[in-house]
Antibody, heavy 118, light 106 residues
Framework: QVQLVQSGAEVKKPGASVKVSCKTSGYSFTGFYMHWIRQAPGQGLEWVGWINPANGGTNYARKFQGRVSVTRDTSINTMYMELNRLKSDDTAVYYC???????????WGQGTLVTVSS | DIQMTQSPSSLSASVGDRVTITCQASQDISKYLNWYQQKPGKAPKLLIYDASILQKGVPSRFSGSGYGTDFTFTISSLQPEDFATYYCQHYDHLYTFGQGTILDVK
């Protein structure tokens, strides 16, 4: 079965960087786009960006451009998100999700809480 | 960018009730509208895609309809496990979510 397993919670200081991983299994990793979506405490869902694992192509939401980098390692079926110059309002649960080929998110990771605090 | 307006923002209902949530797009989005359920502390779960197609394994009491700018999500007979937050979502070179609807016990 499809599984997406994310790395553990992180606590960072403002201005620092964080790198979150999402290890996939149960399907062809290079066959589906992968996304990062975040959710601030008590708030709604916000799309961060995607990667095409087949060729490494990426696309990011405008507000994160220049500050986020999504990469992958096809040898271990894992995707990464690095967010730089962290601010307190980056505090959120970050989810990875698989794009089910109709621009929808059909499988999700368990989420990774990133806390930015001085 | 296309804006998605979801309503209501919260809704109180009882087990057995029929519940409807709407999502309106700021311009024509054809059939490209998806619905998710999220329970506290959990990742969202895909329920409906392409406006009306039920994701595998999702109970048939959930349904979706609509095309163009106006979409509806319905639970035909509310079950105890359905109390959650629901989001609509659209793709148009960007992925946009509605603001969410909190469905709680009356």
């Amino acid at each position: 079965q499809v599984q997406l397993v994310q790395s553990g919670a992180e606590v960072k200081k403002p201005g620092a960087s964080v790198k979150v991983s999402c290890k996939t299994s149960g399907y062809s990793f290079t066959g589906f786009y992968m996304h990062w979506i975040r959710q601030a405490p008590g708030q709604g869902l916000e799309w961060v960006g995607w990667i095409n694992p087949a060729n490494g192509g990426t696309n990011y939401a405008r507000k994160f451009q220049g500050r986020v980098s999504v990469t992958r390692d096809t040898s271990i079926n894992t995707m990464y998100m690095e967010l730089n110059r962290l601010k307190s309002d980056d505090t959120a649960v970050y989810y990875c999700a698989r794009d089910g080929s109709s621009w929808m998110f059909d499988h999700w990771g368990q989420g990774t809480l990133v806390t930015v605090s001085s | 960018d296309i804006q998605m307006t979801q309503s209501p923002s919260s809704l109180s209902a009882s087990v057995g009730d029929r519940v409807t949530i709407t999502c309106q797009a700021s311009q024509d989005i054809s059939k490209y509208l998806n619905w998710y359920q999220q329970k506290p502390g959990k990742a969202p779960k895909l329920l409906i895609y392409d406006a009306s197609i039920l994701q595998k394994g999702v109970p048939s009491r959930f349904s979706g309809s609509g095309y163009g700018t106006d979409f509806t999500f319905t639970i035909s007979s509310l079950q105890p496990e359905d109390f959650a937050t629901y989001y609509c979502q659209h793709y148009d070179h960007l992925y946009t979510f509605g603001q969410g609807t909190i469905l709680d016990v009356k």
